[in-house]
């Protein structure tokens, strides 16, 4: 089989001219540096002169966005060939990217049955999976550079998962780790887990180690510990490290122990990736998988239904499949997350952060595979519903917003009023309800004023454009609200009554 394109389909080496990219952002335009680390498997490749068949893959590098709709990454990747020899060598690409309402981002003009990243609603991490014949089967995780950190961002017990694979010359194994680090906030570090191992004839081993370590933490988040690298977000909610060792690759990802767990962390739209490798006797084996699936989680009967699709590739063949899905779950108090699929035993653990934004789910049951997956809570930007009315020009006002998605504890979400009549008074407001439309003023009010919450005066400026910063707090009794908002423009250009509206928005605050 041909080699496939991994982590964010690395294009060539940067060329020395700049290239021009059309503008691509889509919905939602991103602009920061990101630290990511990547596993993969694919077989069919050569490596460094090898004949070998089975390839494993570990990547760590940085990825930046820009406003203008494009990107840069630059990397190393850890290959371990069949036969254990490894080759470990620098690449670089550019391109172009689209982000959709929910934070799916589509990389170089792919579609979004395509391998691509999820965000979190806060931007400040993402997964991506391989979910198609091209990408082959690879798990990813990118966390937001910062600044200004130390080891003090580390503090206490975290949940880990750990996928890794292992090439030594004797055949690919396959390792799972379920457990705990705790961080002492000063550069010590106890880890205590369950490890499934799966060697290449499907013999599985499970053990409860324990080590302790040092780690380092860079002021831009990237994190040391003992050989492994990778990086930990500004607020140390989420971190990750790349194992690139000899003939050893693996992605580790931990997120906080929680304090006031329970299933409603788990509650509303999620999307999932997965990679997964089974082994055994079998001349077709070993086989990888990556999963790219939505969820959508229902806190009142802790289940959950599932929609995706599968990527697979065996030493002869590779399968594009859709997956479909039911189960259960619960959460314990400290994030400990416990899923049935199809609602039966045995459960799949994981652990889901205190914010309720990002779970690991590593599979320590003994089946003969191992796998992990990445789940990140799907975001919602605001949407628009109704009509307005016209002022000047036969222009209509629109009332839009900025500072990312309007997700609990967002500092820097702001409604936003442009194609206004310039220097002209302007009149916000929003409601816990929408109006069916009530007629007012020669237009549409598209609220409920029996349900209105807040209402601003604003002045739009020589552009014809207003900002009305609206912080969001992080009052978990706000999940799930969803706000109804309309603007009012004094414009004598608008009729007898001299007002122009825009439509209605609709703002859905959640976790």
């Not at 799930?480 to 908002?485: G, H, R, S, V």
Request: aromatic fraction near 8%; glycine fraction near 14%; proline fraction near 7%.
């Amino acid at each position: 089989m041909t080699r496939r394109a991994r982590f964010f389909v690395l294009v060539g080496v940067l060329p020395a001219v700049p290239l021009a990219f059309p503008t691509a952002q889509g919905a939602l335009a991103l602009d920061g540096n990101y630290g990511f680390g990547s596993l993969s498997a694919r077989h069919g490749s050569n490596c460094g002169g090898s004949s070998s068949f089975t390839v494993v893959t570990s990547e760590r590098g940085s990825l930046t966005f820009f406003p203008d709709g494009t990107y840069s990454v630059s990397a190393t990747e850890h290959n371990v060939c069949e036969t254990g020899a490894s080759l470990t060598a620098a690449d670089a690409g550019f391109g172009t990217y689209a982000a959709d309402g929910e934070g799916r981002v589509t990389l170089d003009g792919g579609t979004p049955d395509e391998a691509h990243l999820v965000l979190r609603p806060d931007l400040d991490a993402a997964f991506a999976s391989g979910d198609s014949a091209e990408q082959g089967p690879l798990l990813s995780i990118a966390i937001r550079l910062s600044s200004g950190l130390d080891a003090a961002v580390l503090n206490g017990a975290y949940h880990f998962g750990r996928l890794g694979f292992t090439n030594d010359g004797t055949g690919t194994r396959g390792d799972v780790w379920n457990g705990t680090m705790t961080f002492d906030g000063a550069g010590a570090v106890d880890v205590d887990f369950l490890s499934k191992s799966v060697a290449a004839d499907g013999t599985t081993t499970v053990q409860n180690p324990a080590f302790s370590g040092g780690y380092s933490v860079a002021p831009n988040g990237l994190l040391a510990l003992g050989g492994m690298k990778g990086t930990v977000s500004s607020d140390g909610g989420v971190f990750f490290l790349v194992d690139a060792s000899g003939q050893d690759v693996a992605l580790f990802v931990g997120v906080p122990v929680a304090t006031a767990g329970g299933d409603d962390l788990f509650g509303g739209a999620w999307s999932r990736g997965t990679l997964a490798a089974r082994f055994g006797a079998e001349v077709d084996l070993p086989e990888f998988c990556s999963e790219l699936a939505e969820l959508d989680v229902t806190t009142l009967t802790s289940s959950f239904t599932l929609t995706g699709v599968e990527v697979c590739e065996s030493p002869s063949e590779g399968v594009v499949a859709p997956t479909v899905g039911l189960g259960t779950f619960s959460v314990s108090a400290d994030g400990a997350l416990s899923i049935f699929n199809a609602g039966l035993p045995p459960a799949v653990g994981g652990a889901i952060d205190p914010t309720g934004t990002l779970a690991v789910v590593p599979d320590v049951v003994v089946n003969g595979s191992v796998s992990m997956a990445l789940v990140v809570r799907t975001g919602a930007l605001p949407t628009p519903y109704g009509t307005g009315k016209p002022g000047t020009g036969g222009v209509e006002p629109i009332l839009g917003s900025s500072g990312g998605f309007p997700y609990l504890g967002n500092p820097d979400f702001a409604f936003e009023i442009t194609q206004a009549l310039p220097d002209a008074p302007a009149f916000l407001a929003a409601s816990l309800l929408p109006s069916p439309g009530l007629t007012l003023l020669g237009g549409t009010i598209w609220i409920d004023p029996a349900t209105q919450v807040f209402a601003k005066a604003l002045l739009t400026s020589g552009a014809g454009e207003a900002t009305s910063p609206t912080p969001i707090p992080s009052d978990p009794a706000l999940n799930d609200l969803d706000l109804y908002a309309q603007a009012l423009v004094v414009d004598p250009g608008a009729g007898a009554a001299g007002v122009a509206m825009t439509a209605g928005l609709t703002v859905p605050i959640r976790r």
